[in-house]
C-alpha cells in the first residue's frame, strides 16, 4: 500500500523556519506527484506546493512564493517543504497528498486529484 508520513512540524515564532518532510513509499510510477495541503481550524484544506516527479517541476501557492520550497529526494523518496519567513496566517495541519497518475500543474491544486494522504503534521506560528 501507499504510504505517507509528515513530520517537521511544531511551533515557531513568526519569521522563523521549519523543514517538513513527507516520507513517499508504495507509489509504482515514476511521473507521480506530491503535494502540500494545510489546513488551519474553521477553514477549508488549502493548496500550498506540489512538486511533479516526472521533471521535478513545482507549483506554489501565491502567498507562499518567495518564502516556502518544495523539493524532493529520489533515493530517499521523500519530499520536503522549506517554509522561510513564517507568519501567523500559517498555522496550520500540513498535509502532503500523492497522484498515482501524472496530472497538469493547473490539476495539482485540487484536493480530488489526489489518491493517497498523509496524516498531517501541526504548524504552529506564534510569540
Known amino acids: 500500500q501507499v504510504q505517507l508520513v509528515e513530520s517537521g512540524g511544531g511551533l515557531v515564532q513568526p519569521g522563523g523556519s521549519l523543514r517538513l518532510s513527507c516520507a513517499v513509499s508504495g507509489l509504482p510510477l515514476d511521473y507521480n506527484a506530491v503535494g502540500w495541503f494545510r489546513q488551519a481550524p474553521g477553514k477549508e484544506r488549502e493548496f500550498v506546493a506540489a512538486i511533479r516527479d516526472s521533471d521535478s517541476s513545482t507549483v506554489y501557492q501565491d502567498s507562499v512564493k518567495g518564502r516556502f520550497t518544495i523539493s524532493r529526494d529520489k533515493t530517499e523518496h521523500t519530499v520536503y517543504l522549506q517554509m522561510n519567513s513564517l507568519k501567523f496566517l500559517d498555522t496550520a495541519i500540513y498535509y502532503c497528498?500523492?497522484?498515482?497518475?501524472?496530472?497538469?500543474?493547473?490539476?495539482?491544486?485540487?484536493?480530488?486529484?489526489?489518491?493517497?494522504w498523509g496524516q498531517g503534521t501541526q504548524v504552529t506560528v506564534s510569540t
Open positions: 497528498a500523492a497522484t498515482r497518475f501524472l496530472r497538469a500543474a493547473q490539476a495539482l491544486a485540487i484536493p480530488n486529484m489526489y489518491d493517497y
